[in-house]
């Protein structure tokens, strides 16, 4: 853990929060990938409160209570417990919590639910360490919920696949073959963003032959 985090996290827990980094350094740090420079933190202090305790942020996305800090140099993004309402494929409205784990339950999938303490010490709720030592894409809640709030998280499940070598839920990949046109329903630059990834780790032939096998024509790339 970067020094930096580490008093980050500190700073919070002395001012009476509680704060965790969450998500994807855990994720990798346990798939002993070290060279992680992308942080995240969850906490349950609210944006303002953040923004009262660090000089340098960016409230644009305050109002989903996400701030990003810059804290000697490193970016941060410290995002307060909450519990997320979509309508029509869109986040319209958040209520904030004070409990760890119904924050956790709202996200996409159970390998991105582990959080990691200051001391480093691992917080597993939702069993995403098991699911990382049997190398497969779960979620927490009913896949057709968690697609139908955000079909953005059909590439994301597809490209964890492709970066990690996992294999998919059979509730996942079922539900991706039976509704393959809601594919249609992500936005193009996310769709762009999630395989730009896939290129960029060297795992394009995985995609493809994903795409091929289960005729998801729906999702169309530029190969160059």
């Given amino acids: 853990m970067d020094k930096r985090v580490y008093e980050i996290l500190e700073k919070l827990e ?6 965790y980094i969450v998500g994807g350094y855990v994720r990798d740090y346990l798939l002993c990938n070290k060279n992680i420079l992308d942080y995240d933190i969850t906490t349950n202090a609210r944006p303002n409160q953040v923004k009262e305790l660090f000089s340098e942020v960016n409230d644009k996305f305050s109002k989903y209570g996400a701030i990003k800090v810059k804290y000697k140099g490193l970016e941060v993004d410290i ?7 979509y309508i029509d494929g869109k986040l319209s409205s958040i209520e904030y919590l004070n409990d760890l784990k119904s924050d956790l339950i709202r996200r996409d999938f159970t390998i991105n639910t582990i959080c990691m303490d200051k001391d480093g010490n691992i917080i597993d709720l939702l069993n995403g360490v098991n699911d990382i030592e049997n190398k497969i894409i779960k979620t927490m809640r009913d896949v057709k919920i968690v697609f139908k709030e955000d079909a953005s998280r059909i590439i994301r499940a597809i490209r964890f696949m492709c970066q990690l070598s996992f294999k998919l839920s059979d509730d996942i ?5 039976e509704n393959k ?3 249609l329903l992500i936005p193009k630059y996310k769709l762009n963003y999630e395989i730009s990834l896939i290129k960029k780790m060297g795992k ?18 530029d190969n160059k």
Avoid: H, M, Q
């Avoid at 002395?14 to 704060?19: I, K, R």
């Avoid at 995002?79 to 309402?85: E, G, I, K, N, S």
């Avoid at 990949?173 to 073959?177: D, G, K, N, P, S």
């Avoid at 394009?204 to 790339?221: M, P, S």
């Fill in 14 to 19: 002395s001012n009476g929060y509680l704060a």
């Fill in 79 to 85: 995002t307060t417990f909450r519990a997320d309402t």
């Fill in 173 to 177: 990949l079922e539900y991706i073959i």
């Fill in 181 to 183: 046109e809601d594919i």
């Fill in 204 to 221: 394009i032939d995985v995609l493809k032959e994903f795409i091929d096998k289960y005729k998801l024509d729906y999702i169309y790339y």
